[in-house]
T-cell receptor, first 108, second 112 residues
Framework: GIQVEQSPPDLILQEGANSTLRCNFS?????LQWFHQNPWGQLINLFYIPSGTKQNGRLSATTVATERYSLLYISSSQTTDSGVYFC??????????FGTGTRLQVTL | ETGVTQSPTHLIKTRGQQVTLRCSSQ?????VSWYQQALGQGPQFIFQ?????ENGRGNFPPRFSGLQFPNYSSELNVNALELDDSALYLC???WGQGSEAFFGQGTRLTVV
């Protein structure tokens, strides 16, 4: 079946630092989403990005479908960015297959 | 625009009991999917409903069942609860299959 792998698994940053999170997937992508899961479990939509590049404030994402990966950039990190970041892949079926997640901790 | 809402937020059940979780989809969305998230793991797909019909199922036993109503809200039913069913259950809605999905806040189920 489809493999969706995220790296790094854990990341500790000082406030103000930049970071790049990576999502590799083993099959052709139809849709790809990035989520931030807060400490209460809520999955917050960050990007819906099957291909190309999008930016939203301090966050941006790039998906290179032909090379089967997506990147999430966080600039000038803040403590409120802490949590788990998931990418989720959709192929021809409509279900989301989630990656293993990156746990981010931003310290003062 | 109303987002995805789930109820209850927390639930404690005894092994062997049955449970029903509810989800109201975002306004205008006709597709609802359910996911189970065990502690420390990513969400796992249970099943999806599109226009009141089951439209895909993950690797979950038949004691996990569901419904979608004409207003596109949905229920997840789990019979004969087991301790391993303890998890966060997440509902997502979308317009059509494969489009951007939006999640509710989840129901945290504890089976004792």
């Amino acid at each position: 079946g489809i493999q969706v792998e995220q790296s790094p698994p854990d990341l500790i940053l000082q406030e103000g630092a930049n970071s790049t999170l990576r999502c590799n997937f083993s099959d052709s992508v139809n849709n790809l989403q990035w989520f931030h899961q807060n400490p209460w479990g809520q999955l917050i939509n960050l990007f819906y990005i099957p291909s190309g590049t999008k930016q939203n404030g301090r966050l941006s994402a790039t998906t290179v479908a032909t090379e089967r990966y997506s990147l999430l950039y966080i600039s000038s990190s803040q403590t409120t960015d802490s949590g788990v970041y998931f990418c989720a892949w959709t192929g021809t079926a409509s279900k989301l297959t989630f990656g293993t997640g990156t746990r981010l901790q931003v310290t003062l | 625009e109303t987002g995805v809402t789930q109820s209850p937020t927390h639930l404690i059940k005894t092994r062997g009991q049955q449970v029903t979780l509810r989800c109201s989809s975002q306004s205008g969305h006709n597709t609802v999917s359910w996911y189970q998230q065990a502690l420390g793991q990513g969400p796992q797909f249970i099943f999806q409903y599109y226009r009141e019909e089951e439209n895909g199922r993950g690797n979950f036993p038949p004691r996990f069942s569901g419904l979608q109503f004409p207003n596109y809200s949905s229920e997840l039913n789990v019979n004969a609860l087991e301790l391993d069913d303890s998890a966060l259950y997440l509902c997502a809605s979308s317009w059509g299959q494969g489009s951007e999905a939006f999640f509710g806040q989840g129901t945290r189920l504890t089976v004792v």
